[in-house]
C-alpha cells in the first residue's frame, strides 16, 4: 500500500468516528464538560500519535511552535540580536515548522468541534473567572499574559509543555517528562487554590 | 517522473532533490492535518474549558486525568510496539533533574493563572474562549524572554543533574516489553481508582 494510501485509510478510520459522534451530538452551549467520552477522546490520542511518530515522525507538542513564532517575529523586528540568543543560534528554533502547522490546526479543529457540537463560547470572560475576580476583561487578559509567559519560560526549561512532557514523554516512560509533569501540576494546583480559595 | 521509477517504494518520492519544497509542504499538512484531529479531540474531551482545566487544579474535576491517562497508555502500547517492530523512532527529550524540576513547577504556577496549558489554550481560542489570546500572546513573549536567559540558563541550571536521554525501564532495570505492560496496568488501575473513588462521571 503506498504512503498516500495509507495516509487516506488512517485519515477516515479517524473521521469516520468523529463524523458519526458529530452528527449526533446534542446541542448544549452551557456544557462545563466533555461532550465526549474523556476515555475515549484519550485513547484516540493517544492513537493519533502513533499516526504522528510514524507518518511525520515526531511527537505530538505544543509549546515549541510559540519559541518559533517568536524567533521569526524577533528576527524581524532584531534579527542580529535574535541570532545572538543561545536558543536561537539554531535556525531551526524559529521557522514555520510541522508543530506551528499543529498548532494551527488544533485551533480549526477545536473550533470544528465546538462548532459541531454547538458548544462555541464567543467570550472573553469565562463565567468562573467572573464570579470570583468580577467583569474586568483586563485584569483576566493581564493575568491569561502573565500565565502564558511563565507557561513558556518554564516549558522551554524544563523541554516540553502538558502535551510534549504530559503526554509524548510520559508514553515514552522518560524519566523527565514524568518529573516535569509532576512539576506542572504541583506548581498548577498550588496556584488554583491560592487564586480560588486564599 | 519516468514510468520505470514507479516500482520504487514511494517513501523513496520524499528524498528526490527536486522534491525537497513538496516535502516541506507535505510535513505541514501533514501537521496541519493532525492538529485539526488533535484539536478537535480536546474541544471534545472538554479540555478546552477553563472550568474543566481549573477544576483538575482545584482538584475538583478529573477530566483532564481522564484523557490524560489512556492517551499515555494507549500510545505507550502503541509507540513501543511500532518501535519494536522497527517502523518509529522514539524521540525523548533529555532528563535535567533540575531544569525539569524547576521549569515545570514554573509552568506550573502559569497553567494555574491561565488555566489553558499551550495546546489546551489553542484549542480553547478555537472554541471561542477569546481570553485564550492573552495566553497565545504570553507565550510567546515567555519564549522570548526565555531565549534571552538561555545562554545563562545552560551554562547553569541544565547541568544540574544532567542525565541525558533516561527512561522508565532503563532505571528500574527492566525491558520495555516488561515494563509497559506494567506500567499499562497500573495507569489503568489509577483510573479505574479516580473514576471509583473521586469522579465517577463516565
Not at chain 1, 63 to 72: D, I, K, N, R
Not at chain 1, 114 to 142: D, H, K, Q, Y
Request: hydrophobic letters at 50%; one cysteine or more; charged letters at 15%.
Amino acid at each position: 500500500m503506498s504512503r498516500r494510501n495509507m495516509l487516506q485509510t488512517a485519515g477516515l478510520i479517524v473521521a469516520t468516528p468523529m463524523l458519526a459522534f458529530a452528527q449526533t451530538e446534542a446541542v448544549n452551549p452551557g456544557a462545563t464538560g466533555p461532550a465526549w467520552s474523556p476515555y475515549l477522546v484519550g485513547a484516540l490520542i493517544g492513537v493519533l500519535s502513533m499516526f504522528t511518530f510514524y507518518f511525520s515522525d515526531k511527537a505530538l507538542g505544543a509549546s515549541t511552535a510559540f519559541a518559533s513564532v517568536a524567533g521569526l517575529i524577533g528576527r524581524l523586528i532584531a534579527p542580529r540580536h535574535t541570532d545572538s540568543l543561545h536558543y536561537y543560534a539554531d535556525k531551526k528554533a524559529s521557522k514555520i515548522d510541522w508543530q506551528v502547522a499543529l498548532v494551527i490546526g488544533v485551533i480549526i479543529g477545536a473550533f470544528l468541534a465546538a462548532w459541531s457540537g454547538g458548544e462555541i463560547t464567543g467570550r472573553w470572560l469565562p463565567p468562573m473567572w467572573t464570579e470570583r475576580f468580577g467583569e474586568s476583561v483586563w485584569l483576566r487578559l493581564a493575568v491569561a499574559f502573565l500565565g502564558g509567559g511563565l507557561m513558556a519560560f518554564g516549558a522551554r526549561m524544563a523541554g516540553g509543555c502538558t502535551s510534549g512532557h504530559g503526554i509524548s514523554g510520559a508514553m515514552q516512560l522518560s524519566v523527565g517528562s514524568w518529573i516535569a509533569l509532576l512539576g506542572f501540576f504541583a506548581g498548577g494546583t498550588a496556584t488554583a487554590m491560592l487564586l480560588f480559595y486564599a | 517522473m519516468a514510468q520505470d521509477e514507479t516500482r520504487k517504494p514511494s517513501r523513496n518520492e520524499d528524498r528526490h532533490p527536486d522534491g525537497l519544497p513538496e516535502k516541506r509542504m507535505s510535513e505541514l499538512g501533514l501537521g496541519l492535518l493532525f492538529g485539526v484531529i488533535f484539536g478537535f479531540l480536546l474541544q471534545k474531551g472538554g479540555v478546552a474549558k477553563y472550568e474543566v482545566l481549573i477544576g483538575m487544579l482545584l482538584l475538583e474535576d478529573f477530566t483532564v486525568m481522564k484523557v490524560m491517562l489512556p492517551a499515555v497508555v494507549v500510545g505507550m502500547v502503541g509507540i513501543y510496539a511500532l518501535h519494536s517492530a522497527g517502523l518509529v523512532k522514539l524521540h525523548i527529550k533529555p532528563t535535567r533533574y533540575g531544569a525539569n524540576t524547576l521549569g515545570g513547577i514554573l509552568f506550573g504556577i502559569g497553567f494555574g493563572l491561565a488555566a489553558y496549558c499551550p495546546g489546551t489554550g489553542a484549542a480553547a481560542l478555537g472554541q471561542g474562549n477569546f481570553d485564550a489570546i492573552a495566553v497565545l500572546l504570553g507565550l510567546m513573549a515567555g519564549s522570548y524572554v526565555f531565549a534571552e536567559a538561555s545562554g545563562w540558563l545552560a551554562r547553569t541550571v541544565n547541568p544540574w543533574g544532567d542525565r541525558g536521554v533516561l527512561t522508565l525501564d532503563r532505571v528500574l532495570h527492566l525491558k520495555p516489553r516488561v515494563l509497559v505492560p506494567v506500567m499499562a496496568t497500573v495507569l489503568v488501575l489509577v483510573l479505574v481508582a479516580i473514576h471509583v473513588f473521586v469522579d465517577p462521571r463516565p
